[in-house]
């Protein structure tokens, strides 16, 4: 027997999904299906109200349409089931645990109120365009041919005129040359005036920003590269710029071969052209002649002033050092640890503060680095001289003529400031590695610099002696020597004075070996800055715009000096390069073991006659004073026809 059903079923013309096996005593849901059946029959449809309310109205259709079709009715049938509603709230049919029969009321509770899309026929899809939405371009801003102004103006207006002028005339000139070509690809990039003046004024205001006190010279060079390029050149040049705006990534070119196409010894004899005097390049921190004895007395008298006390190179922190350790506790230095950033300083463009490479943090900004000691370095070439004496480069006729040698060093921190740590030299151009060994420093050491010299602790642990018999070979397992002067002997066997020295930078490495050296070939001096001295190219950086390769990428494991004097070296090659190629066209020729300009063709030229002095001689006759008397007679004599005075009697 089922209890009376209560007086509240809000789901009582709703069958029970469970139907007889329901235990509930008091059900919401009607278990009278047959009943339910004879009240609603199939094809009308109304809302669920409380027991006893009247039904809702049918659902009015639009446009006067009649009800559906058995057909559509079938087709609702075989429709998902919609949303149960509840009074007015429209909820989803409820997902009960108990297994719904093949075919309950709820699946014969079809709402006939169909949409209109099941009411009336279908269309056609609608055409393209008019489901597209038309983008309408943005009007393009008309670029005037003037130049922008600048917070800080680099020339006059007049001037800066007078070179976006010349800059839009080359830049006319090479898409006319596009728009005429028969390659697609290359005509593709031609541009509009309006263009052609926008890209004008940008490249004309880039210039101007980056490169304000040599503005001038680098138009003037752009201008002529403009004058020389190719239409070809000019359209691969257009296509990369629209890339990079578009933020795509650009193909990694592979890296540049360098052909000079001289042999070894020919290269040499160029190299010889590139080498770079020595005057004036002690302003620049290099050493060009021996210390004298009072020069380093002044020194030692400083540094015992100062009672070796140094400022830290990392966070400017005065210290104290210890080169023979302290004695009542063997410590080396004082101030406990050091807190500084490793990274430079990077300097955006105003008003934007400064900021560190190594964390992006503003400059005056905590350290981002922990060491365990403070250290130092010295520029004061005198107080080098204190530790390890200069010495010119000796006579070696062992050494071949005609040979070359790029080297580099790598330093670390010690009680003596910054000592040679590894030394690598290799032939030029051919880089057989001549030297490459590990230098125990004199000093104490402090710091490794791993991060930049890239010789770990681990390396000089289980680093061997230097053995001679050993072919010298770029491993990772590096011999080592005991002094910096066993280092420097090894590296002036491989030279003599004659020898040109390829390196970048070479003050620090000719400093750190303590060398003297008449011929020097600096990459640094081969590509000077935008700005001159003292501001300097890196040699990442050229070698990633020249050579096209990516060097010092082991991040804190350090740089590899094998692979910094290789790249100096190629830097140096392309510059012998561009210098023959400019020799040859002017004629010159190798010849007799030497490099001679060209020997004249036509016949030798008359001897002039020779001019007459423009000096005047003197006269070395006596001079007599005439008197009176010889005077009146001389004058007499002249006239003929008056005697001579006679003297009174």
């Known amino acids: 027997m089922w209890p009376s059903v209560p007086s509240f079923r809000p789901f009582g013309d709703i069958a029970c999904p469970s139907g007889a096996q329901c235990e509930l005593p008091y059900c919401l849901f009607s278990h009278n299906a047959n009943k339910l059946e004879r009240e609603r029959p199939l094809g009308i449809t109304t809302k669920a109200s409380f027991a006893g309310g009247p039904d809702a109205k049918r ?29 007015s709230i429209e909820t989803s049919p409820p997902a009960y645990s108990h297994s719904l029969p093949q075919e309950t009321s709820i699946s014969r509770k079809i709402s006939h109120s169909l949409p209109r899309s099941a009411t009336k026929a279908i269309s056609p899809p609608p055409k393209a365009a008019e489901v597209a939405v038309k983008a309408i371009p943005e009007p393009e801003v008309e670029v005037r041919l003037t130049p922008r102004k600048l917070a800080k103006e680099p020339a006059g207006f007049t001037t800066r005129l007078k070179f976006l002028k010349a800059l839009h005339q080359y830049l006319s000139s090479l898409n006319h040359k596009i728009s005429t070509a028969t390659d697609i690809d290359v005509k593709a990039v031609h541009m509009s005036a309006n263009q052609l003046n926008r890209m004008a004024v940008t490249e004309e205001e880039n210039i101007a920003k980056e490169h304000g006190p040599v503005y001038e010279n680098v138009l003037k060079q752009r201008l002529v590269q403009l004058k020389k390029m190719d239409p070809r050149d000019f359209a691969e040049t257009m296509k990369a710029a629209a890339a990079k705006e578009r933020g795509e990534e650009p193909e ?53 002033t100062n009672r070796s006390y140094e400022a830290c190179a990392r966070c400017n922190t005065r210290f104290q050092v210890f080169p ?59 107080r080098l001289s204190l530790i390890l004496p200069f010495i010119q480069t000796p006579e070696n006729q062992q050494v071949e003529p005609q040979t070359a040698v790029c080297f580099d060093c ?30 125990r420093p004199l000093g104490h050491i402090l710091d490794l610099n791993t991060r930049f010299s890239g010789v770990s602790l681990e390396q000089y642990l289980d680093a061997k002696p230097y053995d001679p018999s050993v072919e010298m070979s770029p491993t990772p397992v590096i011999p080592i020597v005991d002094s910096p002067q066993a280092a420097r002997k090894l590296l002036l066997s491989c030279i003599s004075p004659s020898t040109p020295l390829i390196g970048h930078a070479l003050e620090n490495d000719l400093n750190a070996v303590r060398i003297i050296h008449p011929k020097i070939v600096d990459t640094m001096m081969l590509y ?48 012998v390069a561009e210098k023959w190629s400019g020799m040859k066209k002017d004629g010159w020729e190798f010849r007799n073991g030497g490099v001679y300009p060209p020997l004249s063709t036509g016949t030798m030229p008359r001897a002039a006659p020779t001019a007459p002095t423009m000096i005047r001689t003197a006269d070395t006759s006596v001079t007599v004073k005439p008197t009176l008397k010889r005077m009146r007679e001389e004058d007499s004599e002249s006239v003929g026809d008056e005697p001579p005075l006679k003297k009174r009697e």
Not at 533 to 552: F, V, Y
Not at 556 to 572: Q, T, Y
């Open 252 to 304: 990694r070119a592979a890296p540049k071969s360098v052909h000079t196409g001289l042999t070894a010894k020919e290269e040499v004899i160029v190299l010889e052209k590139l080498i770079t005097g020595q005057a004036g390049l002690d302003k620049y921190g290099y050493v060009t002649k021996q210390h004298s004895a009072a020069e380093l007395d002044e020194a030692r008298k400083v540094v015992e």
């Open 59 to 87: 659902l009015k259709l639009d446009d006067g349409a009649k009800e559906p079709s058995p057909q559509v009715t079938r087709v609702s049938r075989q429709m998902a089931p919609p949303p149960v509603i509840v009074g």
């Open 410 to 439: 790598e330093m670390g921190y010690t009680t003596h400031g910054m000592e040679l740590v590894r030394l690598t030299a290799a032939a030029w151009p051919t880089y057989k590695p001549l030297v490459d060994v590990l230098v």
């Open 528 to 575: 000077p800055h935008p700005q001159g001295l003292p501001r300097r190219l890196g040699l990442k950086d050229l070698s990633k715009r020249h050579l096209g390769i990516n060097i010092q990428q082991a991040g804190s494991a350090g740089h590899d000096s094998f692979e910094d004097a290789r790249a100096a070296g190629e830097l140096a090659r392309i510059r």
């Open 324 to 382: 023979d350790r302290r004695e009542e506790d063997g410590a080396l230095t004082t101030g406990g640890k050091c807190t500084a950033h490793w990274g430079r300083r990077v300097y955006p463009k105003k008003p934007a503060r400064p900021t560190w490479s190594c964390c992006d943090n503003l400059v005056g900004s905590p350290g981002c680095t922990l060491y365990d000691t403070h250290v130092f370095k010295t520029g004061d070439t005198k």
